[in-house]
């Protein structure tokens, strides 16, 4: 068994007795990206990637939403930063988030850009960053926004194995795994989605049919809902419900609420409300 020892950094506990430990900043470079002059639309529009906290979706940062022009990259009007580049969002809601980038590719001044060190694997970087995102985030500081600086990001403490062989070990073990968790997400996703599909199907099903699978069926005559039970009756939403339109909470009053049966409250505020109290159900009678 590997000996252990504690880290004395609070987050992270025990480590291996060869690991090291340390600030950021000894093992990579740190800086923050930038935005060219928006007033400027020549820098803006070509295909060089451009991040901003948004491309922030997954760990793999492979394409950007907005990207700069060849033009930019010409006059550098912003840093550009190597391939294998850690990126952590640094000012806003998604403070703590980080990505890996598999391209030479900018950021926007949100972003701050770990370049890895003669010591460091970078993918390791960008994994251990990621598992302290959390950790990042709730020790930021605050005025109206969470803003992680350079020097509270250089400032903070990791744990690192010495040699480069086996940062590349762990790191290329995580994208192996990360993988295979990643495609069973996919299918999990993929199921519920037909799952869903399956309830609303089964909820249509018993609304417009009934429960007797023989039973005799006739023609609604509405597209969007098909054959009906030949016992339920076509009839218009208003006869069967109470509906009042109010824009917001504040127009509440105590006689828009019940005491007794459900209340169904739809807050889009580009509904067409004649169109809902006309709409035609089928029910049985």
């Not at 090291?20 to 400027?40: E, F, M, V």
């Not at 022009?69 to 640094?90: D, H």
Request: hydrophobic share 40%.
């Amino acid at each position: 068994m590997r000996e252990m020892k504690h880290s004395g950094i609070e987050w992270i506990g025990e480590i291996p007795k060869d690991w090291d430990k340390g600030h950021l900043k000894y093992y990579t470079q740190i800086k923050t990206g930038g935005t060219p002059s928006t007033s400027n639309q020549v820098w803006f529009d070509g295909d060089v990637l451009w991040f901003t906290p948004g491309d922030f979706d997954n760990i793999l940062l492979n394409d950007s939403k907005r990207k700069l022009s060849n033009l930019a990259v010409l006059f550098r009007v912003a840093n550009l930063f190597p391939a294998n580049t850690t990126m952590i969002v640094g000012i806003g809601g998604t403070a703590g988030k980080v990505g890996y980038t598999i391209k030479e590719s900018y950021c926007n001044q949100q972003i701050t850009a770990l370049i890895n060190k003669s010591n460091t694997y970078p993918k390791y970087i960008t994994y251990l960053m990621f598992c302290f995102s959390d950790v990042l985030k709730d020790n930021a500081l605050y005025t109206t926004l969470p803003i992680l600086n350079n020097q509270f990001i250089g400032n903070f403490s990791i744990c690192i194995p010495k040699k480069l062989s086996e940062q590349r070990k762990i790191a290329d073990y995580l994208d192996t795994k990360c993988s295979e968790i990643d495609a069973t997400a996919e299918n999990i996703q993929k199921e519920i989605s037909l799952l869903e599909e399956y309830k609303k199907s089964v909820i249509t099903e018993a609304v417009t049919k009934g429960l007797n699978p023989d039973a005799e069926m006739k023609d609604s005559g509405i597209e969007w809902i098909g054959d009906i039970n030949r016992k339920a009756s076509l009839c218009r939403l208003k006869f069967f419900s109470y509906m009042k339109g109010r824009i917001g909470w504040q127009g509440l009053k105590s006689e828009d609420f019940i005491d007794n049966g459900h209340v169904i409250m739809l807050v889009k505020n580009d509904i067409k409300w004649i169109v809902i109290f006309n709409l035609k159900l089928a029910i049985y009678l």
